[in-house]
């Protein structure tokens, strides 16, 4: 389960047409993206990274995506939502 903050809180309008994309990651980092169009028709974006045990590393929400699609604003967040994901993960130590 998710624990939202209050970026995605204040991001949330389930009366506006959204598209969403949810990933389990390998390690169990879980993300969160999702796309709309606001009502005078601008593409907005929301980026959630969370920990395995649901808590959110990273919020984020975007007011406009100018000229992109729905689906090209997806995938763009998508891969940021990914490469967010790694560099948030802590540095791995090598021991010899």
């Not at 959630?48 to 990273?58: D, K, P």
């Not at 007011?63 to 791995?92: F, H, N, Q, Y």
Request: proline share 4%; charged share 25%.
């Amino acid at each position: 389960m998710r624990i939202r903050g209050d970026v995605f809180w204040q991001w949330a309008d389930p009366a506006l047409h959204h598209r969403t994309h949810d990933e389990t990651l390998d390690d169990g980092t879980f993300i969160d993206v999702q796309v709309r169009l606001s009502p005078s028709g601008n593409t907005q974006m929301f980026i959630g990274v969370y920990s395995e045990s649901g808590v959110a590393l990273h919020e984020q929400a975007l007011d406009s995506r100018p000229g992109e699609s729905m689906t090209r604003a997806l995938a763009w967040g998508v891969g940021c939502a990914r490469r967010l994901a790694i560099g948030l993960k802590p540095a791995e130590k090598h021991v010899a």
